[in-house]
């Protein structure tokens, strides 16, 4: 027969952890790590979407209506309305 010990430091150290999240996320920690995750994320989407459209060859490119110069702009105008969205979004909540 076994049984299962239970440390008398698991119940404590799971209180004093969402004791030290609530503080955090009151303080506004929380909040601005949302944002860098945010960032973070939008960074790597840029990234990828340039990478994506400089991949195409020149006749795609021209097809869909975009110079390989504007790439940059474009993506930059997305990333730009995609936090727009998110920061409206974000206010609702």
């Not at 960074?43 to 110079?67: C, F, Q």
């Not at 940059?72 to 998110?86: P, Q, Y």
Request: charged share 25%.
């Amino acid at each position: 027969m076994t049984t299962n010990v239970k440390s008398p430091y698991a119940r404590p150290f799971a209180i004093s952890t969402a004791h030290a999240w609530r503080r955090w996320s009151s303080s506004g920690v929380g909040h601005v790590l949302c944002k860098v995750a945010g960032w973070c994320q939008d960074e790597v989407l840029r990234t990828a979407a340039i990478d994506e459209l400089n991949r195409l060859n020149d006749h795609y490119l021209e097809d869909v209506g975009i110079n390989r110069s504007d790439i940059g702009s474009i993506v930059d105008a997305t990333v730009k309305r995609l936090r727009e969205s998110r920061k409206t979004s974000c206010i609702s909540l």
